[in-house]
């Protein structure tokens, strides 16, 4: 998901990103939907409005099409072929009888004859676009710099909202068998598509139903790769903790009390356990790497 992000930067600027690129990011969302149950109502309902608008969109003048749009697919395959060496290439001529005497017979059949002022014209468009395009960057920038949190100027609030007090945030944590922290863990060391809301819920439904054919699946599911993994943890603990920061903002480790969901790794079950009183947080960074965010 992070390269494909990275990758839609090529969109305005190489012809076989417009085409391919968007379609692969709408799949991708579509594969969110099922494995992290998030659906971006903008991302896949924009991407087939970005599709159907090129399809349609022609900007024709005095006969010639200036849109050189990416799904002319026989420009395509001819700027393919010139891009794998495999064809001598063609000019854009002026005439049809420079068109004539210039372009290799396999060029495609719709090379345009320019007017003489078209160089002035494409110049013009492609400095007002350049223009529009800085001043957009620009925007951005600015909006960023300010910190501002509405979307579209920053998807921040896509996934956060304001919460009331007391706060509640997660802590995942391995422990040994005499229940002593040995380090964090994250559920994407059971499996990389294991979400919070996934994982917590089946540890929740363990908890309070241990028969639930869904409990008995999830332990089937888990057993083998918790035993498996790395310093051999002998419990898997997610810390649900609380916090009422307005009243105790200088509240030792930031926490108030816990419930926990204490996965027992050799006797497979769950047991939850409410008004747990906070441990210290550990700090080092488990398991992953991030390049942070912007």
């Known amino acids: 998901g992070l390269y494909g992000e990275i990758a839609m930067g090529l969109v305005p600027f190489v012809a076989y990103a417009k085409l391919a690129f968007p379609a692969l990011m709408w799949g991708m969302h579509v594969g969110i939907i ?32 200036y849109s050189n ?24 001529a002026k005439t049809a009888d420079d068109a004539a005497a210039t372009a290799p017979a396999n060029a495609p059949d719709d090379v345009p ?5 078209a ?26 710099a300010q910190g501002a949190e509405w979307y579209p100027w920053n998807a921040f609030r896509m996934f956060a909202d304001w919460t009331h007090n007391p706060v509640t945030y997660d802590r995942y944590v391995a422990l040994d068998a005499d229940k002593h922290h040995l380090r964090n863990f994250h559920m994407h060391e059971i499996n990389p598509v294991l979400n919070r809301k996934r994982f917590v819920d089946a540890l929740r439904l363990c908890s309070q139903t241990p028969a639930h054919p869904n409990c008995a699946a999830f332990l089937q599911f888990i057993d083998p790769i918790a035993k498996a993994l790395p310093n051999h943890p002998k419990y898997l603990v997610v810390e649900d903790r609380h916090w009422d920061f307005v009243r105790g903002i200088d509240q030792p480790d930031f926490c108030d009390d816990m419930t926990t969901y204490e996965y027992d790794v050799e006797a497979s079950i769950v047991t939850k356990h409410d008004h747990v009183p906070c441990d210290p947080i550990d700090w080092h960074l488990c398991c992953t790497r991030t390049i942070g965010t912007i």
Do not use: E, M, N
């Open 113 to 117: 004859h320019l007017p003489p002022d």
């Open 69 to 92: 749009s990416p799904w002319d697919w026989t420009r395509v395959r001819a700027d393919a072929r010139l891009a794998l060496g495999l064809d001598d290439g063609y000019a854009l």
């Open 34 to 65: 099922f494995l992290q149950h998030i659906v971006f109502v903008d991302l896949l309902t924009t991407i087939p409005s970005w599709y159907a608008w090129h399809a349609v969109d022609k900007y024709v003048d005095d006969g010639v099409d």
């Open 119 to 144: 160089d002035d014209d494409v110049t013009a468009v492609a400095r007002s676009g350049a223009a529009k395009t800085i001043a957009l960057v620009a925007c951005f920038v600015a909006v960023w």
